[in-house]
């Protein structure tokens, strides 16, 4: 091989290995920019999966509070010879007292655990037959919870045959103490008094 056919192969080859180290600089240091931006990444996905844990356990510790109520509004309500109840958000029945049972529910061949976890709709209108009744009762508590307050109206229901006349007063029910909004309704409870029976 000639000094010049010598050179130009050197050449070639320094002018590869130029463009290889070039290319695996480009590659490595474009792995390290990816490594970065997936830290970054993950960093960010960290904070935001701790931000949902700390949520959810503020939620989970919500509804042991919600359910602590419940079982103690059930418990101290359930012997109390007025008819009472209470209604989730959705209108879901979450608890009602033996009285209710007893006055609305075993005339009609049912139990308290015909009605809770339904809305008026399934149990008063699908069940038993009283779209209106059930309606009615849906809106009143719309009522309560858009206005915050107590509501009294008188309704006739048929119980066995027999038309029996009732004053119903339903209330909000709230959440305990302040919050960051204020106080929150979470549902509606309900008493009804026996006018007289036809």
């Known amino acids: 091989m000639s000094k010049t056919e010598y050179i130009k192969n050197l050449g070639k080859q320094a002018g590869i290995a130029a463009v290889l180290t070039a290319l695996f600089t480009f590659l490595i240091n474009s792995q390290q920019q990816t490594r970065a931006d997936f830290s970054g990444i993950y960093e960010r ?10 949520k ?3 939620l989970e510790m919500q509804n042991v509070e919600l359910q602590a109520k419940i079982t103690t509004l059930s418990s101290l309500n359930y012997e109390s010879p007025v008819p009472t109840w209470f209604k989730d958000l959705q209108g879901n ?5 033996a009285a209710y049972e007893e006055t609305f529910l075993k005339p009609n061949g049912k139990d308290r655990y015909d009605y809770i976890g339904k809305t008026d709709l399934e149990f008063w209108g699908q069940e038993l037959g009283d779209i209106g009744l059930a309606e009615s ?6 009522d309560v919870m858009m206005k915050r307050e107590q509501i009294r109206s008188e309704n006739q229901v048929n119980i066995n045959g027999n038309l029996v006349d009732l ?3 339903k209330y909000p029910v709230w959440s305990a103490g302040p919050d960051w909004n204020g106080k929150k309704v979470i549902g509606v ?3 009804a008094i026996v006018k007289n029976c036809e």
């Open 45 to 54: 996905q960290e904070r935001q999966i701790q931000r949902l844990e700390e």
């Open 56 to 58: 959810v356990y503020q």
């Open 93 to 97: 029945m979450v608890t009602l007292n």
């Open 137 to 142: 009762y849906r809106q009143a508590d719309l």
């Open 167 to 169: 004053i119903i007063i």
């Open 189 to 191: 409870g309900g008493v």
